[in-house]
Every structure is written in structure tokens, then in C-alpha cells.
């Protein structure tokens, strides 16, 4: 018989606040001493209440509208009760009754949509290290805001979960309101699955996979599972519902002695925090900040670059938009700091700050306006950065460091026309586009640094024909002349091959067959 | 309603509780008592009534995202724990 | 009150306080007697009053802390092993809004445990005595605040009331206790009980004094959400007349120039000025409409009492205002309500005491277990854990829509039902409590009889309506009688000045 595999996923996205979600204190720990970012608030003290950072609720509204979701206007918090040592108050605060945001979509590049069920703010909890016979807390991570997504069970295969995980991931960082670095846990994914009969109605016994941060592994969980519980149920057994960890070295899943069975987290009104009702103009006016999505992108340039090539820079917001700048959908805020980076990035240090992205000059409103139509018709310009992005940039080393400082628009545009006047040949694009990023070189401009690597191409046609005229007059050359006017078409690339040597290079080859053959018809 | 034995055990199990037998033995008798009072409400019929969590006329209260002195510092909330090591909190094992 | 100035030191004023509360050790009023640090401030606003700068409008007050607030001196404990080795780093927003004013803290009150009782009896470090009958209770939660007062020790003391901690005490030992809107006073620093109808507030000896305190410790708070902007100082709709702003400059003036007229402490002088309040301002408040509740009018209230109620009627009357009944069936589900939504906050508001990160840990403690497990049951009082049952009871999945839901609906019917009555009326007169101060020991271990005792205080919290507890004279048995009046939301002005109008003749 055969079994088809449903899988329900619940991501938590941390927000890139400046501050915690009820205190003052800062909200990008990572590098700093434990316990250092700390109020007495987090700390749990007696008598102390939360202070709620309006941010996050914008942030929420605008990663509610990246997923297609409803934002309510009425909602509120709630008391989720449990003690372990990386709760301080024994209970989180979160949002169980009346959630923010409500029923939406996410749409994977293979055009399948997948339903969210609705999405919360909440706070995080914190981090405790095992040791043989003691456990450390660090509260550092202590009420960072999170925004939990829960999806329907609208997945059926691994690959599905994957690009599914992924999409969340550059909705999150398009809109702006995570760093999105996986690395460091900006986003886990809580996975369940369940296999059933194909045909039959209901679903089977789930197990679920816990804290799962990155794509692959939630791609690997999946796979292990289907085997497993495919091989139980051939062998007429059940799958026992519970939780199981994920060992990414052995790519295997084992069950966790668990008393989730026994949990009653006893939710209940948060009695210290005032009900959230947010106008549709409170709302309107926060999603006029949303930037580009990544659907919009695929869309713009749909006619100008390679489906295949849209999908790798959809990894990094700071070239889609780059390239929206140079198609003039966008303004060119090149200058404007760094921004986040891509999804396989390390411990590299985050951008500080708001990005200029979400600062609506450069809103999706904004660039739709001044975009001529949802489909930009072919521009050969933003074709060319673009496969310079994927084949050159990206292939470098240093790349990281270089994404987070893009030469200028207009540098970008130069070359694209250097290139296209032909004034550079492929070589010499990729040569001069490497020096926009040389730290030696970069503010100089694309023409004065194409200058100083001697890369411009001779494309005077009165000093070629010297050259030409030049090497015609040379003895060695007469033969070649005489079979060529015979009819053997290929001497022509030796003729070709003397004057580019004359010229030392700088001819452009196409220009000088031109001249050539006008001269031996 | 009677609470029994287990009712008292799984509450206190909640409340994260070791009572001794005779907390057992006169929880049981207390609770008792609490609920079957508190079950009055029983009587009342609140159909359609929507409920009340707060009595605060206002909404929509929070702050801006600003980066804060806090009323107190890391060392002096440590300074507060029985045990800490490399400025965390030092609990015993999970088992 | 007497403040510090010129003639009378706050160093003097200090000492008289601290010695009076030796000298009353027996009743056990104090956690924590506050002696060097209590000294030190005094001489710091003597040296101001001799330099001739500006002291604030409490310079020299020795007052008593209800120890369930936060401030660094002296440990806070809630009268509960489990935080009995707790110091706090922070201090409460009220108390830093008193302490800018001058106020000196002379000692820290003893309380029930988490303020769950009306006896003061479940103190982790025993009971506190009536001031007029050793032999009976405080009442409570804050029947040390209350004694302190009552006996003259302190000019004022700080309360939370959360169901009646402050109105019950107020009315067993004869002095004004005011519980204020739910909102008006920042909870931030105060050990949470029940964040939805816990309340700050004061007990004074004249009605005066509770209006300077309100006008001080009023105010919004970026620091406790539910506070409302400051509508005590600022919203002329608080006044029943034009002219209460003159007779506020009035109360100040009168009371600086009363200090003047004193020499250090003196107990004759001190009873004095508790009678000659109503002297020094008449209340200026004509015809008002004041609602008894009928529902109150039975045999389970004492009798005593509601004579005591019918006098002040009378005398109401006899002063022009207007008296009629009120029906408010559902304040008869009050307490019940009450007994499943408190219960529920308390047991979320209290699972941060395990032990972790401050207070008491258990040292039967090997695993994390065992110091959760034993830490709470060795650091909390029997009527501490029924409280957290209770609510872990009407919270836990299968009850939570027959209990706890159920009596949030319920509170909305007390609200209207309140909304309703002051349709009809201005304020509210009602008992606080069915019955005088009682035996020590006589209630303790049977937990609903003591919650009977709040029966007509709790709807007040349930509503978010201010409550003031006057005195009304004593019974035979000479035990103080104390009476509540209510008023409608942000009224709370209105009803300290009205209840001038109950003074008189009360001799």
C-alpha cells in the first residue's frame, strides 16, 4: 500500500527589535556576556510588569502581509504556564486566544501554495547550558520577540518543506523584520509528520521534530521520518506519537523520553497588558513600509534574467534590489549602510540599525508605482549585473563581506554600457567589476578604473584601419590575403590574430574583421 | 464536586508541589470546600454575556523601541541567586 | 500630618515614631524596623530645613511600608519564607514619589503571606494584634499598616488591597483606609498578588491626609501599563464644586501652620488632630444622592454594624443629601467570581517563586525536581497553596470554561451592575465587613468562613471602583466599627472630600 506523508511546520522568527519585547534592554546579544542584556523585568522580580514594544507590533503587521495573512484588528496577549529554568516568570507570554495576525498563504517557486493557519507574537526563552551535574541560565535571550508561524497541513514532500522553510525565510528578510541568520538561530522550525493511507481521509499518528535551523535538515528530518514510519506501518505496527530529536551527524531521529502528554499549560489572559485594537489606517500606514517581495521580483524581471538566476539572488535581498535600482523601479540608496545578509551566512557581524528598506521612500508601494508595468520588458543591463552577481560575486571568497557594500547604481549602470558599447569584452567587464569592489579602486568610478587596468577596447575605426592597412602591407601576411580572396573563409581569424597582436589587444576583434574583409572584397 | 486523591496529586504536580500525607489529607478537605463554594456561579446564567479580563479603559499602550538604562545591573540581580558561575545562574542537574 | 519645619525636627519625629514602635513591639506591627537608615534621612532634610532650601510636602513623615513593596532597605518579603532572604535592587514607583516628598520609612508591616488573608494570621512570622483588642485580629492582608496608624506610630502607612486587604483592616482598628481605582496608583515594585484588581493604597487618620498622599502618589506610569494619566491633580470633573480647589490650598496651609503650632510628639495633641480634621476644612459637597445596598441589609451582617449604617444615613439626611435603595442581585456572585479569577492570577503571578533566581532555594535541592518541589512547599503557607490549587483548578483544561471563564463573564455583570447604581447615585454606602474584628485564631482553619469575611469588599476590586473605609464609631464591646464608601470610577477625589460629610458629630 502506498503512504502519503502530511507535514505541519511551525516556525519561530526572531525580530530584529532594537530592544526586548517587554523591556528596554538591547535585543542583538549575540558577541556580549551572558546575562548582560538583562532587566529586572526578564529577570522575573517580584512586582515587576511587562513593558510592550510598539515596534513589534509593526513588525508583525508587516510579516503578517508578506504571508498573505489577515492582520486583526483586535488582539491580545496570553499566559502560557510552565516551569523549567528558561522561563523566569514560569510562564511565557504569548499570544493564544487572539492572535495578530490571521489566515494567509506563502506561494513556493513551483507556484504551490501553502495555507498559514495564523501567526503570534510571543517572547523567547532562555538559554541553559547541561553540564554532568548542573545547568547554567543566560536570560540574555530572554523575551526576544518572536513571531511564531503555523502552518496547515498543506505539505506532502520533503522538498516541498524545504522550499517552503526557504520562502519564509526571504519573506521574513524582504519584509525586514528578521535578520534572518539562521546560524544563530534567527529562525527554527518545529516539524511534524504523520503518514497515512494515499486515499484514506484522516491523518495518521504524528511524530514531531523539534528546533530543526536550517532548510536542509528540515529536509533530511522528513525524509528519515517517511522511511521509518513507512517501514512500522508495512510491518502492520503503529507509530507512536511523540517527540523525537534530530541527530544532524548521524541524519537520524530517536525518541525523547517526553511528558508532553502530561502538559496542561493552563493559558489565561495577560492581566498586565492593556488589549491591542489597531485601526485599518494604524495598519495601512505600516504596510506602506513594506519593501519588494520576492514574488514582485520574479515578476519585474521575469523578461530580463534567467529564472534559475532569479532563484539564487532571491538569497540576498541587498542584489534584487540593487538590481530594481538599476531598472529604475527603485532609488538608489546604495549608500545608505549595510543590510542583511544570506541565508548560509556564519557568525558574520549583523548590520546595526533599521535598513533603509523598510523606510517606505523605498516601499513596494513605492517602487510598484514607478515601475511601468508589474513585467519590465528585457533590459540588457540588468541581465548583465545580474549574471555578474551569480557567476562572478558570489564565487568569491570574500563575497560576504562584499554584499554588505554594492558599488553605486550608477557605477553598476556604467559598466552594463562599457560593456554594451563594446568599450569592454566579457574579460574585461568581469576584471573592471571586481575592481568596484577593491577596496583600492571601488570609489573611483567604472570608467577611470577601466582606464587605469587598460582594459578600454580601440574601437576608432580611422586608427584601426592604420593598424589594419599596417600589417596588410607586411610580407607574411600577403599569402594569407591571396587565400582568403580565393575563398578560404577561415585565414581570416589569422589575419584577425596580426592585428590584434599590432594593436597589442586594445582592438575591438569584430570591429577589425569589418575592416578587413571591406578591404580584401 | 469531591476531589479525590489524584485530583490533589495532579494539582500539585502543576503548582510544582512535594506535599507531605497530611498536606494531602487536608488540601483534600480545604479544595473541597473552595469548589463546591466557588461552584455558586453554577446558578448564574451568563448566556451571550461577553467576558471581563481587565477593568482598564485604555488599549494599544506600549513604547518606543529605544534602548533603556534599567533600574538595575547584572550584578546585582546575580547577586541575588544562591549559586551563579561565569555570570549565569547555577541550577542542579534536569533530570 | 506633622511635617518637619523649623521648630519640630524630622530627626524628632523619627525617633518618636521608632520609639512608639518599641514601645508597641508586643503587637507585632514590624518585619523590620528601619532605625540608622531612618535617622540618617531625617538629619539629611534637617540640615535642608536649616540651609533654607526646599523640603518636600512629606519632609520629616515617618510612615510604615506594607512589606510586600520593593525598596532597598530592609528586605522584602512578603511575610514569606520563600522570599524572607529577598533584598530588593529597585524601589516602587509609589514609594519613590513618597520618598521625594520627604517621607521617612521607619519600618516594614507585616502582612499574610502573598497578602492572601483577612487576618493577618498567615504571616509566616505570626499575627499582628488588633490595636483596641489584643486578644482579636488585624484583619488583613495589612494589619500591620493598619495597627501602625491606629496606634498612632506612624502618621500614615502604605496597603494593597486586592479584595478588602485595606478597607477590612481600616474598618477593625477605627481609621480611614482608601483602596483607589484600579489603575490610579503604579504597581510596579509592589509583590503581585492578583494583577487585575490589585490596588495601592494608604491608610491615614484623616481624610485630608489621604488627599495630599493620592495627589503625590497618583499617576500614570511607563512602568505599569494599566496606569491611567493623572486624572487625581487634573480632571476638574473630580470636583463637586468650584471652590475645592480653594479649600485644597485650605488643607495646606492649615496643616503647615498645625505644625507650627507643635513641639515634638505628644499623644493627646496626635488624637487631637485626627478630631479637629474636619474642623479645619468642611466639606463644601450639597445634595447628593447616596445608594444603600439592600442586598447587604441581613442577618449575616452584624447587627451592630448595620445600625451603624443607618446612623450615618440618618445624619446624611439630616444634611441634605438624599438616600435611596439599590438592587444589585449579582454582587451576591461577587465573592465566588472572585474566588476562581484571583486564585487563577495568583497562581500564575506566584510560579516565579522556584527558587532560581532569588529568595529562599531549598537546600533539599539535588536535581531540579526536588528544588522546584521543595522550595515551594517549604517556602509557602497553607493558604498559599490552596490559593495556587485553587487557581491551577479553575485554569487547568476541562474547567477552564466552566470556572474561569464563567466568572469573567460574571465580572462583566458587577461592572454594569455598578455602572448602573451610580445612574442612580453618587456614591455608595455599604458595611466593608460582616462583622468587627474577630478572635484571633477563630477563622484561621476554616479558608471559606475567612473568605466570607470579604464578601462585600471584593465586588469593589471586581469593578475597578475606588473604596473608602470611614470610621463609625465602636460597638459595646468597644472594637472600632468601619463603614465603606464607594464611588464610580476616577471619583476617588470626590469621595475623600464627601466623606467629610460623615465625619461630624462622630465623637
Not at chain 2, 47 to 66: C, L, S
Not at chain 3, 144 to 168: K, P
Request: with cysteine; aromatic share 8%.
Amino acid at each position: 500500500m502506498k503512504y502519503i506523508p502530511t507535514v505541519g511546520i511551525e516556525c519561530h522568527v526572531q525580530l530584529s527589535t532594537k530592544t526586548k519585547l517587554f523591556s528596554e534592554v538591547d535585543n542583538d546579544a549575540r558577541g556580549k556576556e551572558p546575562n548582560s542584556c538583562v532587566s529586572p523585568v526578564d529577570y522575573a522580580l517580584p512586582g515587576m510588569l511587562p513593558r510592550l514594544n510598539g515596534e513589534a507590533i509593526k513588525y508583525a503587521i508587516r510579516a503578517g502581509r508578506a504571508m498573505n495573512c489577515t492582520i486583526n484588528n483586535h488582539s491580545r496577549f496570553d499566559r502560557k504556564h510552565y516551569f523549567y529554568p528558561d522561563s523566569p516568570k514560569g510562564y511565557q507570554i504569548t499570544q493564544f486566544y487572539e492572535p495578530i495576525i490571521g489566515a494567509g498563504y506563502v506561494e513556493l517557486p513551483s507556484g504551490t501554495k501553502i495555507r498559514i493557519e495564523h501567526a503570534h507574537l510571543e517572547g523567547d526563552a532562555a538559554k541553559l547550558t547541561h553540564f554532568d551535574d548542573y545547568s547554567l541560565v543566560d536570560l540574555n535571550r530572554v523575551d526576544t520577540p518572536l513571531i511564531e508561524i503555523v502552518s496547515m497541513p498543506d505539505i506532502h514532500t520533503a522538498r516541498d518543506a524545504y522550499d517552503y522553510c526557504k520562502e519564509l525565510w526571504r519573506l521574513m528578510t524582504f519584509a525586514n523584520v528578521s535578520y534572518g541568520d539562521l546560524y544563530n538561530g534567527n529562525m527554527r522550525f518545529d516539524v511534524n509528520i504523520s503518514l497515512a493511507p494515499e486515499g484514506s481521509k484522516k491523518l495518521g499518528t504524528r511524530a514531531e521534530i523539534k528546533n530543526l535551523n536550517s532548510f536542509r535538515a528540515v529536509e533530511r528530518v522528513i525524509e528519515y521520518e517517511v522511511s521509518r514510519q513507512t517501514k512500522i506501518l508495512e510491518k502492520g505496527e503503529k507509530v507512536v506519537q511523540e517527540t523525537r530529536g534530530w541527530n544532524d551527524a548521524t541524519g537520524k531521529t530517536t525518541g525523547q523520553r517526553s511528558k508532553e502528554e502530561a502538559k496542561d499549560y493552563r493559558y489565561m489572559p495577560e492581566p498586565d497588558i492593556p488589549p491591542i485594537n489597531l485601526t485599518d489606517e494604524f495598519i495601512e500606514a505600516e504596510l506602506a513600509k513594506l519593501p519588494l517581495m520576492p514574488t514582485d521580483y520574479r515578476q519585474l524581471f521575469s523578461k530580463s534574467i534567467k529564472e534559475d538566476i532569479i532563484e539564487v539572488l532571491l538569497d540576498y535581498p541587498q542584489l534584487m534590489q540593487k538590481l530594481a535600482e538599476m531598472a529604475g523601479v527603485l532609488p538608489d540608496i546604495s549608500r545608505l549602510g549595510p543590510r542583511p545578509s544570506g541565508p548560509s551566512t556564519g557568525g558574520r557581524p549583523r548590520p546595526k540599525g533599521r535598513s533603509p528598506r523598510a523606510d517606505g521612500a523605498n516601499s513596494r508601494a513605492a517602487a510598484l508605482r514607478n515601475a511601468p508595468s508589474r513585467e519590465l520588458s528585457a533590459t540588457p543591463a540588468v541581465n548583465l549585473i545580474a549574471n555578474l552577481f551569480t557567476s562572478v560575486l558570489l564565487a568569491e571568497e570574500k563575497s560576504a563581506e562584499y554584499l554588505n557594500d554594492l558599488p553605486t547604481t550608477k557605477d553598476l549602470t556604467e559598466l552594463a554600457e562599457m560593456n554594451e558599447k563594446k568599450e569592454l569584452s566579457s574579460t574585461a567587464t568581469k576584471e573592471v567589476f571586481l575592481g568596484l569592489f577593491d577596496p583600492q579602486m571601488k570609489n573611483r568610478g567604472t570608467r577611470t578604473i577601466a582606464k587605469e587596468l587598460g582594459l578600454i577596447q580601440e574601437n576608432d575605426l580611422g586608427a584601426l584601419e592604420k593598424i589594419v592597412d599596417a600589417v596588410l602591407a607586411k610580407p607574411e601576411t600577403k599569402k594569407a590575403q591571396k587565400d582568403f580572396k580565393a575563398g578560404q573563409e577561415k585565414v581570416i581569424g589569422f589575419l584577425v590574430g596580426q592585428v590584434m597582436k599590432e594593436s597589442k589587444g586594445k582592438a575591438n576583434p569584430s570591429s577589425v574583421q569589418e575592416i578587413l574583409r571591406k578591404k580584401l572584397s | 464536586m469531591k476531589i479525590k486523591r489524584e485530583d490533589i496529586l495532579h494539582l500539585s504536580e502543576l503548582s510544582n508541589f512535594t506535599l507531605s500525607e497530611s498536606e494531602i489529607e487536608s488540601l483534600s478537605g480545604n479544595l473541597s470546600d473552595i469548589i463546591k463554594y466557588i461552584s455558586q456561579l453554577d446558578e448564574l446564567d451568563v448566556e451571550g454575556i461577553p467576558p471581563t479580563y481587565q477593568v482598564f479603559e485604555m488599549e494599544n499602550v506600549w513604547r518606543d523601541d529605544e534602548i533603556l538604562e534599567q533600574d538595575a545591573s547584572r550584578d546585582e540581580l546575580l547577586a541575588l541567586t544562591k549559586e551563579s558561575r561565569d555570570n549565569q545562574i547555577k541550577v542542579p542537574k534536569v533530570l | 500630618m506633622k511635617i518637619a519645619n523649623s521648630k519640630v525636627t524630622a530627626e524628632r519625629l523619627v525617633r518618636d515614631a521608632l520609639e512608639k514602635a518599641e514601645h508597641f513591639s508586643d503587637y507585632h506591627i514590624f518585619n523590620y524596623l528601619n532605625k540608622d537608615g531612618a535617622i540618617a534621612r531625617a538629619r539629611e532634610i534637617d540640615a535642608k530645613i536649616k540651609r533654607g532650601e526646599k523640603v518636600g510636602r512629606l519632609a520629616g513623615v515617618p510612615y510604615a511600608l506594607k512589606d510586600n513593596f520593593l525598596s532597598p532597605e530592609g528586605g522584602t518579603t512578603a511575610s514569606a519564607h520563600i522570599l524572607e532572604e529577598f533584598t530588593s535592587p529597585i524601589t516602587a514607583t509609589s514609594i519613590a514619589k513618597l520618598e521625594a516628598e520627604g517621607a521617612i520609612m521607619i519600618g516594614r508591616t507585616n502582612l499574610d503571606a502573598f497578602a492572601h488573608g483577612s487576618s493577618t494570621e498567615n504571616s509566616y512570622f505570626g499575627p499582628t494584634l488588633n490595636a483596641f483588642d489584643k486578644t482579636r485580629v488585624a484583619g488583613g492582608s495589612s494589619g500591620g499598616s493598619a495597627v501602625a496608624v491606629a496606634l498612632d506610630i506612624v502618621e500614615f502607612a502604605t496597603g494593597t488591597d486586592t479584595g478588602g486587604s485595606i478597607r477590612q483592616p481600616a474598618s477593625f482598628n477605627g481609621i480611614y483606609g482608601l483602596k483607589p481605582t484600579y489603575g490610579c496608583i503604579s504597581r510596579y515594585g509592589v509583590v503581585a498578588m492578583a494583577s487585575s484588581t490589585d490596588c495601592i493604597g494608604f491608610f491615614t487618620k484623616t481624610p485630608d491626609d489621604m488627599d495630599l498622599l493620592m495627589s503625590i502618589a497618583s499617576g500614570q506610569d511607563p512602568k505599569d501599563l494599566t496606569t491611567l494619566p493623572d486624572y487625581y491633580n487634573n480632571d476638574d470633573s473630580n470636583n463637586l464644586d468650584t471652590k475645592s480647589d480653594d479649600s485644597r490650598l485650605d488643607n495646606a496651609s492649615n496643616s503647615l501652620s498645625e505644625t507650627v503650632s507643635r513641639e515634638g510628639y505628644d499623644p493627646s495633641e496626635v488624637s487631637e488632630a485626627r478630631d479637629d480634621g474636619p474642623e479645619r476644612t468642611r466639606s463644601k459637597i450639597k445634595n447628593c444622592r447616596i445608594g444603600l445596598v439592600k442586598d447587604f441589609d441581613n442577618e449575616s451582617v452584624d447587627s451592630e454594624i448595620r445600625e451603624a449604617l443607618k446612623a450615618k444615613a440618618e445624619l446624611l439626611k439630616s444634611k441634605g443629601h438624599e438616600i435611596i435603595e439599590l438592587d444589585m442581585p449579582s454582587l451576591k456572585y461577587a465573592l465566588a467570581a472572585y474566588y476562581i479569577i484571583v486564585p487563577a492570577e495568583v497562581a500564575s503571578n506566584l510560579s516565579r517563586y522556584d527558587g532560581v533566581r532569588y529568595g529562599f532555594r531549598s537546600k533539599n535541592s539535588k536535581d531540579l525536581d526536588a528544588l522546584y518541589g521543595n522550595t515551594r512547599s517549604e517556602g509557602f503557607m497553607a493558604e498559599n497553596k490552596r490559593r495556587i490549587m485553587t487557581g491551577n483548578f479553575v485554569l487547568s483544561s476541562g474547567f477552564y470554561d466552566a470556572y474561569f471563564l464563567k466568572a469573567a463573564k460574571a465580572r462583566t455583570l458587577i461592572v454594569k451592575e455598578y455602572e448602573k447604581a451610580f445612574s442612580k447615585c453618587d456614591f455608595i454606602l455599604s458595611p466593608v465587613s460582616p462583622n468587627p474584628a474577630f478572635k484571633l485564631g477563630e477563622k484561621v482553619s476554616d479558608p471559606v468562613a475567612m473568605y466570607l469575611e470579604d464578601m462585600m469588599s471584593v465586588s469593589l476590586n471586581l469593578a475597578g471602583v475606588p473604596g473608602l473605609t470611614i470610621p463609625a464609631g465602636k460597638n459595646k464591646a468597644g472594637l472600632p466599627l468601619g463603614l465603606q464608601l464607594v464611588g464610580p470610577r476616577r471619583s476617588d477625589k470626590k469621595l475623600i472630600e464627601f466623606s467629610k460629610e460623615l465625619q461630624e458629630n462622630d465623637q
